[in-house]
């Protein structure tokens, strides 16, 4: 059987790692995306493959577009086209809206926005020739309801359901399908900055009463990615423990 091949963004922390551990347990060869935490991206590499599994780390700003055209052309070259991508890198941080600078401004845009859109154009062309993929867009709650004190981030959340919905017209034509998931307050250490005492608040205002794990959204994403989701296409799932409803 020919073996898949996904590429995940952000994969050396958090969420991204579950996604890669998970996708590897399905058998997918996993190119390893990360940005600074090279050492955590070789020891999910290693433990991948010390488990039987295939996987190579490959570093790349998402922001940098030809960083991003190079970092997929090796990875094809390594582990085959790529036949899942998950845009899971982000940054976050709390600021009034006022106090958020242009160079600030622009990077959340940069890496939480422009990063995936990078990345979908690099590996679009292969997708499109072989006329099958799948992209996974992390997206958040926040997009969805917004965030005060986290515009700029809530505004890039929003812009990847935007991505998400129009690419899923526009590429439906070429079979490859084009989801996101939303997350809740997911236990990492993007939510560290918020402090114990409103995580715990924010514990208890879920009604199935606890913070989400990066495992949760692992496996919404390797749903949206297999073949039970095969007729989901620009779908947003919220995977929130009911925060939102
Ligand atoms: P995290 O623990 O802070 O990890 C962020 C990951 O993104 C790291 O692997 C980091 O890589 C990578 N990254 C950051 N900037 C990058 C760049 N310019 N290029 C490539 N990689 C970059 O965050 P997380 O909680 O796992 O979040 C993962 C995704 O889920 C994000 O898109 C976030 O917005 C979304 N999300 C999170 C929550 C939550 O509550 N945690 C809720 C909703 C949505 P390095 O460490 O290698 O730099």
Not at 4 to 30: H, K, Q
Not at 31 to 51: D, M, P, V, W
Not at 83 to 103: H, P
């Amino acid at each position: 059987m020919k073996q898949n091949t996904a590429l995940v963004t952000g994969a050396s922390r958090g969420i991204g790692r579950a996604i890669t551990r998970e996708l590897a347990r399905r058998g997918y060869a996993v190119a390893i995306n990360y940005f600074r935490s090279q050492g955590e991206a070789e020891a999910l590499a290693a433990e991948i493959t010390a488990g039987g599994g295939q996987a190579a780390v490959y570093g790349a700003d998402v922001a940098n577009s030809a960083a991003v055209g190079e970092m997929v052309a090796r990875a094809e070259a390594a582990l085959g086209p790529i036949s899942l991508l998950v845009n899971n890198a982000g940054i976050a941080g709390q600021a009034l809206f006022q106090d958020v600078d242009d160079e600030s401004w622009n990077r959340f845009l940069a890496v939480n926005l422009t990063g995936p859109r990078n990345t979908i154009r690099a590996v679009l062309p292969g997708m499109i020739s072989r006329k099958a993929g799948c992209i996974v867009n992390i997206s958040s709650i926040w997009g969805l309801r917004g965030a005060s004190c986290e515009v700029a981030y809530a505004c890039t959340k929003a812009g990847i359901i935007g991505l998400t919905r129009s690419l899923a017209l526009e590429l439906a034509p070429s079979h490859i399908r084009v989801n996101c998931v939303a997350p809740g307050v997911i236990d990492t250490e993007m939510c560290r900055p918020l402090g114990a005492e409103t995580l715990a608040d924010l514990a208890e205002q879920t009604p199935l009463g606890r913070l989400g794990r990066p495992e949760d959204i692992a496996q919404a994403v390797a749903f949206l990615a297999s073949e039970d989701a095969s007729f989901l296409t620009g779908q947003v799932l919220t995977a929130d423990g009911g925060f939102s409803v």
